[in-house]
């Protein structure tokens, strides 16, 4: 099987080598340049790791499914490149991440921990307002309707 890598794997000091076959996302390997982490992903990069980006369609269809669990708002724009980038190329996901691992899930994609456990089970998030309680199924930073702060909370499980 083929892995799409996170930065945490990275950073964590694994070797891709030892894994099999093996690809990054410009986001990551840009997450990655500096200091020892950096000196070593050139000598993976010289010795097969792949650099691949992913098509803006498995972009978009990552954002739309994150949008429909809620973890959008829990996920960077590395996060949703790697998992588009499996997406596209039906490889496995190595992060710890857990929203990664959320919706990797949700995508049947699937995924290795670095060096937590994984997921139990799926979450779907929603925003409640910290001064009106009311629920956003969207993340927003400020409730428009009172101005208070908007909080994530698990909804439900899915599945």
Do not use: H
Request: charged share 30%; glycine share 8%.
């Amino acid at each position: 099987m083929r892995w799409v890598l996170d930065t945490g794997f990275f950073l964590a000091g694994m070797d891709p080598m030892a894994i099999g076959e093996c690809m990054i996302t410009p986001e990551v390997k840009d997450e990655v340049a500096k200091g020892f982490p950096g000196r070593k992903m050139d000598y993976y990069l010289d010795s097969g790791l792949m650099v691949v980006a992913p098509s803006r369609d498995s972009i978009e269809k990552v954002r739309r499914k994150a949008k429909e669990t809620g973890d959008i708002g829990r996920l960077s724009d590395t996060d949703i490149s790697i998992i588009s980038l499996a997406l596209e190329m039906s490889a496995g996901i190595v992060s710890d991440d857990y929203s990664v691992q959320n919706l990797c899930s949700v995508l049947d994609i699937p995924y290795r921990s670095i060096s937590e456990d994984g997921i139990r089970e799926v979450w779907v998030w929603k925003y409640r307002c910290t001064g009106c309680k009311r629920v956003f199924d969207e993340p927003v930073q400020e409730c428009p309707v009172c101005g208070s702060p908007v909080r994530s909370f698990r909804s439900r499980s899915k599945r």
